[in-house]
């Protein structure tokens, strides 16, 4: 069971990348930034379109915290200085999360630079959801570097106050869950404390709320998946 654990723990640093250590203090988010509830509490339209886009859905739904006119946009479907998107807000949502998929997945990022390409059945990987959170901002100012950060079963705590402290400043930090072998799902935490994190979970299009122990002990019960995996933080003294 410890040769499991062991494997598994370098297979999550490994997917995650090299770690960054002492890396201070984070940059606090936008002033202007939208509240938790904006991202409509399980309102129809928020769920992602499919069973791979759950990462999709979390990029657009942090870029709809940071950007008042993107959020309204895909609310209304009014912007200023264009006609009227007259698509349901359900399809401009879906639409909008299976365009930023592709543009994850494809050779060439966001930005413009070339990327590992990853197979869209595979849904997001976390380097790829780093990478246009850098890119276009997410709840931080765009060019923002965001990295990954592998969560062990060791170190539960440590990542607990890293993502309450990131939400403390402004920011939504998006979370990898999954069993114990593998990654399965994408949440993102738009809320939290000490004692708990409230997280927007696309497969239903609500929040759900976890506490500190259940992060803990790796027992979130999330749509299914108990265990965290991977957080992605914009990385500490790069604001933007």
């Given at each position: 069971m410890r040769l499991l654990e062991h494997l598994v723990d370098r297979l999550r640093d490994a997917l995650a990348g090299r770690q960054v250590r002492g890396e201070g203090r984070l940059p606090a988010g936008p002033p202007h930034r939208a509240r938790a509830g904006a991202i409509g509490g399980g309102r129809a339209g928020l769920v992602q379109p499919d069973t791979t886009t759950c990462g999709s859905a979390c990029l657009v739904v942090a870029r709809m915290l940071g950007d008042a006119d993107y959020a309204r946009w895909l609310e209304t479907?009014?912007?200023?200085?264009?006609?009227?998107d007259p698509r349901p807000r359900?399809?401009?949502?879906?639409?909008?999360?299976?365009?930023?998929?592709?543009?994850?997945?494809?050779?060439?990022g966001a930005s413009g630079a070339l990327q590992?390409?990853?197979?869209?059945?595979?849904?997001?990987?976390?380097?790829?959801?780093?990478?246009?959170?850098?890119?276009?901002?997410?709840?931080?100012a765009p060019g923002?570097?965001?990295?990954?950060?592998?969560?062990?079963?060791?170190?539960r705590r440590a990542a607990y106050d890293e993502v309450a402290g990131a939400v403390a400043l402004g920011h939504a930090v998006p979370l990898y869950v999954g069993n114990?072998?593998?990654?399965?799902?994408?949440?993102?935490?738009?809320?939290g404390d000490d004692a708990g994190l409230t997280a927007y979970d696309p497969a239903t299009g609500g929040h759900t709320v976890v506490t500190r122990d259940a992060f803990d002990r790796g027992a979130l019960g999330?749509?299914?998946?108990?265990?965290?995996?991977?957080?992605?933080?914009?990385a500490a003294g790069e604001a933007h």
């Open positions: 479907g009014e912007v200023a200085g264009r006609e009227r359900r399809r401009r949502f879906a639409d909008e999360v299976l365009a930023t998929h592709v543009r994850t997945n494809r050779w060439y590992v390409a990853w197979p869209r059945a595979l849904g997001t990987a976390p380097w790829a959801l780093a990478r246009e959170l850098t890119a276009t901002g997410g709840t931080s923002t570097r965001h990295r990954v950060r592998a969560v062990s079963p060791r170190r114990r072998v593998l990654p399965r799902h994408v949440v993102l935490v738009v809320g999330i749509s299914g998946w108990s265990e965290p995996w991977f957080t992605i933080l914009p």
